[in-house]
């Protein structure tokens, strides 16, 4: 809860008056209105404009593209899902070239020769071929498609195996 949010609720509950402002819009009490939910959504309304207009977070909003879906799922995280889901982690061919910048670098998959990135690792790279085809399967689709990563976030082990795909190169030799 932002703090806005925050305030809007103590003015609410402790004076009980209306209107209350809340990230630079009023609300008034009415009839059969929640003021605390409509708070509340107005919070998720506008998280989610920033989100979607974001030019930072571009990896992370394939598999999270809404807001509410976030609040509204209990996704265990590690180390290693993270880093799947930013795209940033060590041996990426294109968070080597594109964020740490090391001088001869050129961003491409080692075994195919293309941008190697968390969407080329997930939906197309030969070497995770087999953590894939698991995705796909703990999804119910049928193996060699496309994997909706949005879809991802959904189902319990698809996400747990989002960790797969960050892991060092050296531990799929
Ligand atoms: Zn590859």
Redesign the pocket.
Known sequence: MVVSEVRARELLRIRGTTPVVHLGAEFESAPGVDLKVVLRQRTIDMWQEEWSASHTGKTTRLFLPRVQTRLELDLPLNRLITRTLTGHFQDCGDYRKRILTLVGEDGL?E??G?L?DTV??IQT???YEEKRNDAMLALGLTVGGEIPLDQIPLNGVAWKLLAEFSRPLASHD
């Open positions: 998959c075994h195919c293309v190697d080329h690792r790279c030969p070497r």
